[in-house]
């Protein structure tokens, strides 16, 4: 058992082979299993059951408009669901598996419940490296829709315990796995035909894809449109959030980053991919603890400091 709130059922397991056993099972019957990746602990189910989907909405308290990432154990199993063109297949064999999600056209025999998609003739897909999602993709030879295991709205979890805490007893079982390695949600990115634009950032690089990619990415005012779920508010801590702080007030709770102490560090040599994977964990600790306000170090915008400015921005407002 690993900690959860005293107050909450606790149906956390470790990881080992009968806890895997039990969690693919649960998922062949239709039911939600919370499980680490690399990115953030995911709420996981099968991504062909209209009722498992339904549960996970119901469960995140997720507007039905903000469509799921669909989990595959290779590039092969996402073909059943979408359309790889060069591009795509170019961006799945450079990165995958690992935290990039790839928009493409679905495929008309896409197995996905219609509302895994939100009614879009797009889908997401990702082929995680964490190697608790893997095997559960093996052993349940089952493609897994999984959003955060949170609250819609709340800071996506990097520990199985905010997993209990924010779903508290809708809670399903828990796979704990540790801490996840990157901490911040998966790259988004939409395949345009021969272009590509990025959605969401997050751990795999703007300078990444385009150096993989060899051409820059489009940008265009439809992408509000286009995804989404990336609504404004999102990852909100209850408590006010001021950004680009280097001296607090005494009511705050001061997230620092290198040379700027704070109250709790995110990386005191400076280090961004430090600072993503304990960037949630902060906000967290920063909303339980007894300070009116959190205020946040500046963090540069290069690299993956791009994808924590983002759901800094989001937690902000
Ligand atoms: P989450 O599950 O919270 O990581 O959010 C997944 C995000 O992926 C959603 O909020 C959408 O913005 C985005 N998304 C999923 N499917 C699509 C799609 N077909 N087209 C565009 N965006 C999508
Ligand atoms: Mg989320």
Known sequence: MSGSNNHIADNTEPYDKEALAAAAQRLQSGKLVAVPTETVYGLAADASNADAIADIYRTKGRPDFNPLIVHVSNLAAARKLGEFNALATRLAEQFWPGPLTIIVPKTPVCPAAPAVTAGLDTIALRCPAHPLMQKLLQLSGLFLAAPSANKSGGISPTIASH???????????????????????????????????????????????????????????????????????????????????????????????????????????????????????????????????????????????????????????
């Open 163 to 317: 997993v209990s805490s924010s779903l508290g007893n809708d809670a399903p079982m828990i796979l704990d796995g540790g801490p996840c390695h990157s901490g911040v949600e998966s790259t988004i990115v939409a395949v345009r035909g021969d272009d590509y634009q990025i959605l969401r950032p997050g751990p795999i690089t703007r300078e990444e894809l385009e150096t993989a990619l060899g051409k820059p990415a489009i940008i265009s005012a439809s992408d509000k449109i286009e995804s989404p779920g990336q609504m404004l508010s999102h990852y909100a801590p209850a408590k006010p959030v001021r950004l680009n702080v280097t001296k607090a007030t005494a009511q705050e709770y001061h997230i620092g980053f290198g040379a700027i102490e704070g109250d709790h560090n995110l990386s005191k040599s400076g280090d961004l991919a430090e600072a993503a994977s304990k960037l949630f964990a902060a906000l967290h600790l920063a909303d339980s603890s007894a300070s009116t306000g959190i205020a946040v170090a500046p963090i540069p915008e290069t690299g993956i400091g791009a994808a924590i400015n983002d759901r800094l921005k989001r937690a902000a407002s």
